[in-house]
């Protein structure tokens, strides 16, 4: 009887490490934007590129910070630019903002589901 209620724990716990989410966003004067998706739940990685061929690509973790409603994780880009960025958790944890810094620029960025 144990067992069965242990394998669908687990499986609820689990059931969203999968989930995948768009993201995109733009520079503070809007002259670069970018796309891309990132795979997790409370944790995960992501890959992004821009309409000027710069490509990044990181981890975010918000498990630590899931009851403040915010999460954040570290990037590396094709150009050199590396750094931190933070993002809120909205939606029952299926969407939000967030703000990095590349290259001495503040960008904005929202991810969300990803559509079918």
């Known amino acids: 009887m144990r067992l069965p ?12 490490c999968g989930s995948e989410f768009e993201i995109t966003g733009s520079n503070a004067r809007g002259t670069e934007t970018f796309k891309g ?3 997790g739940f409370q944790s995960g990685k992501f890959n992004i590129a ?8 990181g981890r975010f973790d918000s498990v630590n910070d899931l009851a ?3 999460g ?3 990037f590396v880009c094709t150009d050199g630019n590396k ?7 909205e939606q029952n944890y299926r969407s939000g ?8 620029e503040k960008f904005k960025f929202k991810y969300g589901n990803k559509s079918s």
């Open 97 to 104: 903002n967030g703000v990095a810094n590349i290259g001495g």
């Open 83 to 89: 750094g931190t960025f933070w993002f809120t958790i």
């Open 5 to 16: 209620l242990l394998v669908l724990s687990v499986s609820l716990a689990l059931s969203g």
């Open 50 to 57: 821009s309409n000027k061929g710069r490509k990044c690509k």
């Open 72 to 74: 954040k994780g570290n």
């Open 68 to 70: 403040a409603g915010y």
């Open 37 to 39: 998706s990132a795979l």
